[in-house]
């Protein structure tokens, strides 16, 4: 089921959700990758299934005892078409914005192909194609909705 028609209540509603959902994925992965590095957001939206990804980056700052996050995103935010696969959109980032980790939700990682990603540590992952290797961090769901 694709996204809400445009200039509808529903989509409205399906965009707060999909960047609900990013922006505490960014906060997760920009603790895990270098300070200020640009990383790759990709996640299915639960509801309409299509994946959504966007780039964000991290800086936080220590002011005054208090951690301050920034993490902003840069546009724009690619919905891709339902059959696509999260090996098309890792695929695309590798070529696209090589070195660019990839954070997203841990259900993501049983849709790669088989024996085509490893486990370096807890929660991180490196996917190697014919393209080339990907970092991708992963966060299970529980986590994020704590965030």
Known sequence: MPLPERDTPELAIAEERINRLLRALAYF???KVPESSVFRLLMRDEESEVLVTIAASGQHTDVNGVMVSEIPFYAPLITFPTEATVLDTANIQIKAEPGSPMICF???LGE?????IV???EGHHQFTSESGKLDVFSAPKQVIAVI
Request: glycine fraction near 14%.
């Open 29 to 31: 992965g920009s603790h």
């Open 119 to 121: 486990q370096v540590s």
């Open 112 to 116: 790669f192909p088989e024996g085509s």
């Open 106 to 108: 841990s259900e993501l």
